[in-house]
């Protein structure tokens, strides 16, 4: 489905510390969900994925958990660095819902402060 | 080496004018697609073409023709532009469809502005 928000959420986030960037999705038959960063002024990039049979999943620096009963998807990063200042989207494919495409959430900006 | 290449990155234009975007990707995937992102970030998938088949067709209006020459290539030419359509385009490919799980790569966007 859409989002009809009128605003980009934000999320302010002190470098070092680590950020817990959160999604709800709209679909129980969602099997495969994502998370991507995109950079000011770039394109939206992949960081991690996770299929439904997991609840935890593991990359560099971030973590994806994934909570079926409440349709919760979060990506967890690390450290917080500078670099990961970017709107973070998550993404769910629908299963056979979604007329083969993958459905994405609104967005997110993360802003670190130094 | 970019792998998924547009151009132009910005475009400005007037009103009821016709242009085209044009995109490439060096990767070898079957699936390539164009995403529209309005002022408020939200990614809307436009069309899509699988080994130059078209397999989305979102409602987009039919002033929005996309053009697959052939696997790596998928064009997008707008006809009568009108000022609600400024926004990022954005061409992206997948190994196979991205959503049975295929990672979707995204090329660096256009900026498209009617004035």
């Known amino acids: 489905g859409e989002s009809v928000g009128l605003h980009l959420p934000t999320l302010s986030v002190q470098e070092g510390d680590n950020s817990i960037i959160n999604c709800a999705y709209s679909n129980s038959a969602s099997d495969y969900f994502i998370w991507y960063k995109q950079e000011s002024g770039k394109g939206p990039q992949f960081i991690i994925d996770?299929?439904?049979n997991m609840d935890k999943r593991q990359g560099q620096r971030v973590t994806v958990l994934l909570n079926k009963t409440v349709k919760h998807l979060s990506l967890q990063i690390a450290a917080t660095q500078p670099g990961d200042s970017a709107v973070y989207f998550c993404?769910?494919?629908?299963?056979?819902?979604?007329?083969?495409?993958?459905?994405w959430g609104a967005g997110t900006k993360l802003i670190i402060k130094p | 080496d970019t792998a998924v290449s547009q151009t132009p990155k910005y475009l400005v234009t007037q009103m009821g004018n016709d242009k085209s975007i044009k995109c490439e990707q060096n990767?070898?995937?079957?699936?390539m697609y164009w995403y529209k992102q309005d002022s408020k970030k939200f990614l809307k998938i436009m069309f899509s073409y699988n080994n130059k088949e078209l397999i989305i067709n979102e409602t987009v209006p039919n002033r929005f023709s996309p053009k697959s020459p052939d696997k790596a290539h998928l064009n997008l030419h707008i006809n009568s532009l009108e000022l609600g359509d400024s926004a990022v385009y954005f061409c992206?490919?997948?190994?196979?469809?991205?959503?049975?799980?295929?990672?979707?790569?995204f090329g660096e966007g256009s900026w498209l502005t009617v004035v």
């Open positions: 992206a490919s997948s190994q196979g469809i991205g959503w049975t799980g295929n990672t979707i790569y």
């Open positions: 990767l070898g995937h079957d699936t």
């Open positions: 993404a769910e494919n629908g299963a056979m819902d979604s007329n083969y495409q993958l459905i």
């Open positions: 996770i299929r439904s």
